[in-house]
């Protein structure tokens, strides 16, 4: 695999690593739920206390509230990245190459499913998917440089 092939296919895959760092916040914020549930319980069971510790409660709430506003702002950028990638690929002529990037890059389907899905060999969509991201490196490019084109006009 070429240098502008690898650089293209870790430009597709940003989008997979969004996803990932939205559902590990997903799941830090479920534990810290269930931190928050089993300190209430621990509240409520124990003896009164005239001084129980509010703020402990008040911090796991502040940081539940934190992470999940991040998980929005992630969720905002994915959706803006994907709606940029998927016109990129409009950009490329042939619907069997759109659709291997699309299950691959924004559905992060494995190859195996995209293979069953098109009803093709694994091999071949191997193949074709290579000829995919040559053909999006070309548009890429041809996007770049028409841009540049008329931003000095």
Same mark, same amino acid.
């Given at each position: %695999?070429?240098? &502008?092939?690898?650089?293209?296919? &870790?430009?597709?895959?940003? !989008?997979?690593?969004?996803?990932?760092?939205?559902?590990?916040?997903? *799941?830090?914020?479920?534990?810290?739920?269930? =931190? /928050?549930? $089993?300190? #209430?319980?621990?509240?409520?069971?124990? +003896? +009164?206390?005239?001084?129980?510790?509010?703020?402990?409660?008040?911090?796991?709430?502040? $940081?539940?509230?934190? =992470?999940?506003? *991040?998980?929005?702002?992630?969720?905002?950028?994915?959706?803006?990245?994907?709606? @940029?990638?998927?016109?990129?690929?409009?950009?490329? @002529?042939?619907? *069997?190459?759109?659709?291997? =990037?699309?299950?691959?890059? =924004?559905?992060?389907?494995?190859? *195996?499913?995209? /293979?069953?899905?098109?009803?093709?060999?694994?091999?071949? +969509?191997?193949? %074709?998917?290579? $000829? !995919?991201?040559? &053909?999006?490196?070309? #548009?890429?490019?041809?996007?770049? +440089?028409?841009?540049? #084109? @008329?931003?000095?006009?």
């Amino acid at each position: %695999m070429t240098q &502008e092939q690898k650089k293209t296919k &870790e430009y597709l895959s940003q !989008a997979f690593y969004i996803d990932q760092r939205i559902n590990s916040k997903i *799941e830090m914020v479920s534990s810290l739920h269930d =931190l /928050a549930h $089993k300190a #209430t319980a621990t509240l409520s069971d124990t +003896v +009164v206390s005239r001084t129980r510790n509010n703020h402990k409660m008040e911090n796991v709430i502040v $940081k539940i509230i934190d =992470l999940e506003n *991040e998980i929005n702002s992630d969720i905002d950028e994915l959706v803006d990245l994907k709606q @940029k990638l998927i016109s990129e690929i409009k950009n490329i @002529k042939r619907i *069997e190459y759109q659709t291997i =990037l699309e299950k691959r890059y =924004l559905c992060f389907q494995s190859w *195996e499913q995209i /293979a069953v899905d098109m009803d093709y060999d694994l091999r071949w +969509v191997y193949r %074709m998917h290579i $000829k !995919a991201i040559d &053909e999006f490196t070309k #548009t890429r490019h041809v996007e770049t +440089v028409c841009l540049l #084109t @008329k931003q000095n006009l």
